[in-house]
């Protein structure tokens, strides 16, 4: 892969977003399984947004480091990955907060690829969160490619990992596996777009 300098990687840079910091969780299991599963076609990181303070307007020079290292961590990633679980309907406070602290930035989720996930012990996975946040990453302000194709919903997700933190769901597999192949060329795409700005 080559980036705007033609310096050639091996790998896709990628950041992740996880709207769960509770040790063990389901979705944090989603994002390390995804991270192992494609470790020689990507280079993971997971960035840490619970700390965040909440978006308030201010000059660049005021901002917070933590916000700034956020934003030069997603500006450099070729794409991004969002596991969200699912409260009242809604996506979390923390991927919220974080998408907005980025939109203060112009053009840095513009077309952007992103992946969305998600894990929860209920029927529908995270199904109405993902849903949201698909909204909101796809206004006029932020106008970020997301993968439209098959959705990773892990339902009923404590029978979903064994003791590990693996998925064990060979239906869960597959649909990864084949958002993943439309997450990559969306990412492919989104590079030749580079190319010729």
């Known amino acids: 892969m080559t980036n705007k300098l033609g310096v050639i990687r091996l790998t896709m840079k990628v950041v992740a977003l996880c709207g769960s910091s509770k040790p063990g969780s ?13 470790i020689n076609e990507m280079n993971l990181q997971v960035l840490q947004i619970d700390d965040l303070p909440f978006l308030k307007f201010m000059k660049y020079e005021d901002l917070p480091s933590k916000v700034r ?10 794409a991004m990955v969002i596991a969200t679980p699912e409260i009242n309907h809604g996506m979390t406070a ?3 907060n974080a998408i907005d602290w980025c939109s203060m930035y112009p053009r840095l989720l513009f077309h952007k690829p992103i992946m969305l996930m998600g894990a929860s012990t209920g029927p529908l996975g995270t199904v109405r969160a ?14 970020a490619k997301v993968t439209r ?33 439309e997450f990559k ?9 580079l190319a010729h700005e």
Request: aromatic share 8%; with cysteine.
């Open 26 to 38: 389901y979705n944090q299991y989603l994002v390390e399984y995804l991270r192992k599963k494609y």
């Open 69 to 78: 290292y956020l934003c030069s961590s997603v500006q450099s990633a070729d």
């Open 94 to 96: 923390n991927i919220k």
């Open 130 to 143: 993902q849903m949201q946040l698909r909204q909101v990453l796809e206004s006029p302000q932020i106008n």
């Open 149 to 181: 194709g098959v959705e990773c919903l892990v339902t009923n997700a404590a029978d979903r990992f064994d003791e590990k933190g693996n998925l064990n769901s060979q239906k869960s597999i597959d649909i990864m596996e084949q958002q993943f192949n």
């Open 185 to 193: 060329q969306l990412i492919k795409e989104r590079n030749q777009e």
